[in-house]
């Protein structure tokens, strides 16, 4: 399961910006298990969106936002819903809002960050990757991770070595900045570029203290080691 916890709700309204009607998707999967982003977390969502004067157009909690086909067919009755918002906040890990970002032609806000890839992963079959860094930054990229797309896992542009879009270290891979660059564009929103991205802040690439402190990670951390001759 894919551990995903909320960003700040200040965060959140930071990306919607001036935007004024936002439709809301959650995922019935690993977000809905992590407290992140399920049917209850979506309905508290749409409650402060309005409080804070947002118009809602609406919401959807689909079983794998990971899954872009069930994106794409769980959204079949609720296309008017989504054309109506300016955005779509996404309420689930970042290979969820990825998957998404590149099933909708839509502007595409990540609600949480990804903290732990877990023991199994969701039922995932795409081309979507996540480092599980803890500070997601998809809401900057169009969608697409700057961690996992770029060889280098740059965050503050390309480093300027791409051929003909192929990346200068692996030359069988798109450069990540490009199809980062295409998709802002595609959504209009190449303005994000001049966003300044803050260094990752690695303490948040560690699990959280808290989370350090279950009895799964007493037991990982006994002190007991297997001999090995
Ligand atoms: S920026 Fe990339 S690695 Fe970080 S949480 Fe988002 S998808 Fe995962
Ligand atoms: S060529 Fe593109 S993908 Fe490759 S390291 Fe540079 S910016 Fe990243």
């Keep these: 399961m894919i551990l995903s916890e909320q960003k700040p709700f200040e965060e959140i309204t930071g990306f919607l910006g001036a935007e004024k009607s936002i439709f809301i998707l959650g995922c019935n999967g690993c977000a809905q298990s992590?407290?992140?982003?399920?049917?209850?977390?979506?309905?508290?969502?749409?409650?402060?969106?309005?409080?804070?004067?947002?118009?809602?157009?609406?919401?959807?909690?689909?079983?794998?936002?990971?899954?872009?086909?069930?994106?794409?067919?769980?959204?079949?009755?609720?296309?008017d819903q989504v054309a109506a918002a300016d955005s779509v906040l996404v309420m689930t890990c970042g290979i969820g809002v990825q998957a998404v970002a590149a099933s909708i032609n839509k502007v595409c806000h990540p609600a949480c960050d990804t903290i732990n890839l877990g023991g199994s992963r969701g039922e995932w079959k795409g081309s979507e990757r996540c480092k599980e860094c803890g500070q997601c930054l998809l809401d900057f990229t169009g969608g697409v991770c700057p961690?996992?797309?770029?060889?280098?896992?740059?965050?503050?542009?390309?480093?300027?070595?791409?051929?003909?879009?192929?990346?200068?270290?692996s030359p069988d891979r798109d450069c990540g900045w490009e199809l980062i660059?295409?998709?802002?564009?595609?959504?209009?929103?190449?303005?994000?570029?001049?966003?300044?991205?803050?260094?990752?802040?690695?303490?948040?690439?560690?699990?959280?203290?808290?989370?350090?402190?279950?009895?799964?990670?007493?037991?990982?951390?006994?002190?007991?080691e297997v001999k090995v001759k």
């Design 147 to 169: 961690i996992t797309a770029c060889t280098k896992s740059l965050v503050s542009g390309a480093c300027g070595g791409a051929n003909k879009g192929k990346c200068e270290v």
């Design 34 to 79: 992590s407290g992140s982003g399920g049917p209850k977390q979506v309905a508290e969502m749409k409650d402060k969106l309005t409080a804070a004067g947002k118009k809602v157009t609406g919401t959807k909690v689909i079983d794998f936002l990971c899954e872009k086909a069930l994106v794409k067919s769980g959204l079949r009755g609720k296309i």
């Design 181 to 224: 660059y295409d998709r802002l564009k595609a959504k209009g929103q190449l303005d994000k570029l001049k966003v300044f991205i803050k260094p990752l802040d690695h303490k948040k690439l560690m699990p959280d203290p808290k989370l350090m402190s279950t009895s799964r990670f007493a037991l990982e951390s006994l002190d007991r």
